[in-house]
């Protein structure tokens, strides 16, 4: 049964584009990871799916009496008591109390700290009658035990996942789909998170073994003309200017997978840093070929 359907959906901010021609099915059992960089649209697109916002393009179409429960990063929780925003059931304190929130079941919403009051709306979440849960990083906030409590509690549930986490442990142990918003539209790897992390670090081996025999290659098809032989002393700089490539490379390869690593994205300011020397790296690289092909050619 499809629950949500999104086709050619695009959101985008003030001065830049989120995602565009944006496409994906959600149905039951599924269990989807969405992964991607700060500021790249994925709470957005977790908004538009459970029907919290509106594409400013595209369709989203849903499955008749399909139920979801929505987990935002800043949730609002009712006013009154914490017992009365979860539940009163055995199911709710149960849950609660795993979440480190039993003590607090008589507390006033209103005194909760933030990390409270996103386990208590986590523990909201958790125990509606729902086909889908949307979950917008739900272990901010978490100690270890609550962590596993949320995991079990995810494995447990029958109905659809669909979350954004940086915690790998969760995303492997409860996602068989991994989505990453990538570029402005949307990659899936079947497989959940080792099969995104394989085919990401594959892709960048491959990338990496193609730049490496870019200039080997085109150093060999001219080896025997004058410059390639170093009458001039064009030869030996082309020849250091390769291996300073292939240094050049291996630095960019390394910032590739740090960038496509989502630990690196818990903090904003590292991965700017990380996307500046990415940036940096890459027109270094640029400039070596551009001086190679000078002094090749």
Do not use: C
């Amino acid at each position: 049964m499809i629950l949500v359907d999104l086709t050619d959906v695009g959101a985008r901010r003030p001065d830049r584009p989120l995602f565009e021609d944006l496409s994906l099915t959600v149905a039951s059992g599924d269990r989807l990871g969405v992964v991607g960089r700060n500021g790249g649209g994925k709470s957005t697109l977790l908004r538009v799916l459970a029907g919290e916002a509106e594409p400013e393009e595209g369709t989203v179409r849903r499955g008749r009496g399909v139920r979801v429960g929505f987990l935002s990063q800043r949730p609002v929780l009712p006013a009154g008591t914490v017992g009365a925003a979860v539940g009163t059931h055995w199911e709710a304190a149960a849950i609660l109390d795993r979440l480190g929130m039993a003590p607090l079941v008589t507390a006033d919403v209103a005194t909760l700290s933030g990390g409270q009051a996103k386990r208590v709306a986590l523990a909201r979440v958790l125990v509606a009658e729902v086909d889908l849960l949307v979950l917008d990083e739900p272990t901010n906030h978490l100690d270890l035990d609550s962590r596993e409590a949320l995991e079990s509690a995810l494995q447990d549930f029958p109905g659809a996942v669909l979350l954004v986490s940086h915690d790998r442990a969760l995303l492997d142990a409860v996602g068989s789909r991994t989505v990453a918003v990538e570029d402005g539209t949307l990659h899936s790897y079947v497989g959940g998170w080792p099969e995104y992390v394989r085919i990401r670090e594959e892709a960048a081996a491959a990338k990496l073994a193609a730049r490496n025999a870019k200039p080997k290659k085109t150093a060999v098809a001219r080896r025997g003309t004058p410059a390639a032989t170093g009458g001039n002393g064009s030869g030996a700089r082309a020849r250091t200017l390769e291996a300073e490539i292939e240094r050049a490379e291996a630095v960019l390869a390394a910032l590739e997978a740090e960038l496509a690593d989502p630990a690196a994205w818990n903090d904003p300011r590292s991965a700017e840093q990380s996307s500046k020397r990415h940036g940096q790296a890459r027109r270094a690289l640029d400039e070596l070929y551009a001086q190679w092909e000078a002094v090749a050619t």
